[in-house]
């Protein structure tokens, strides 16, 4: 019965834990590539994603279930995933990956198609899918004492796909292509738990530096 009452006490702390927003972090060029007469647009991405947000983390606590899992189809709506709606979220990485990269006279990032600028990014969300496991290792509350000899307490694997198009002033096409990535990261009580939010950033971040080397090898073709 103590153990039962500490553990108890111990689920509660840890529920009572603020999760840090992870900060996120560029690496700034320091041979950027000059265009400094150009203007670049970012549209807010349109949402094509399907689905919705399963949650059966309550399975953990049933004795022999090794773990309980969250489906995160829409992450935004998730408390520890992502702070702001996805579409925002990409478009304001995308713009600071650019940023660190290319020297433009202006970048926006917008929803106004009729702004005219020298260059436009545009595309759809088409997927987001983060699956969230919470390890009891089949011991219900007795698994959280596992977690005090590192073992994970929680899993993320995180997928994103993307359709992005690149389009000169006359909306022509440079390229269209499809992006995507996954990412998985294991959290536990003696690891930082801003890495339940870091998840996207890093995909983000991943294809962010992909669309950059795309862009790059048009402008300067």
Not at 75 to 99: M, R, T, W
Not at 122 to 128: A, E, F, P
Not at 129 to 137: L, N, S, V
Request: net charge positive.
């Amino acid at each position: 019965m103590k153990i039962k009452t500490i553990i108890l006490l111990t689920l509660a702390f840890e529920s009572c834990r603020t999760i840090p927003i992870y900060k996120y972090e560029i690496e700034d060029s320091k041979n950027k590539v000059n265009l400094s007469n150009k203007s670049l647009k970012i549209l807010f991405l349109d949402d094509a994603r399907v689905g919705v947000n399963i949650d059966n983390s309550i399975l953990s606590l049933i004795p022999l279930f090794i773990y309980g899992k969250k489906e995160l189809h829409f992450p935004e709506y998730d408390e520890i995933s992502v702070n702001s709606p996805l579409k925002y979220f990409i478009a304001d990485i995308l713009e600071k990956e650019i940023g660190s990269k290319f020297s433009l006279k202006k970048i926006l990032i917008t929803d106004d198609k009729s702004i005219p600028t020298d260059f436009t990014i545009q595309g759809v969300l088409q997927k987001s899918f983060c699956e969230r496991r919470f390890y009891t290792y089949g011991l219900s509350l007795y698994g959280v004492l596992l977690w005090y000899f590192g073992a994970p307490a929680m899993a993320n694997e995180c997928e994103i796909e993307l359709k992005i198009a690149f389009l000169d002033s006359r909306n022509k096409e440079f390229f269209s292509k499809i992006y995507s990535t996954k990412q998985n990261m294991n959290v536990g009580i003696y690891t930082k738990y801003s890495n339940l939010n870091r998840n996207y950033s890093e995909t983000i971040k991943f294809i962010s530096k992909q669309i950059i080397e795309d862009i790059n090898s048009k402008i300067n073709n």
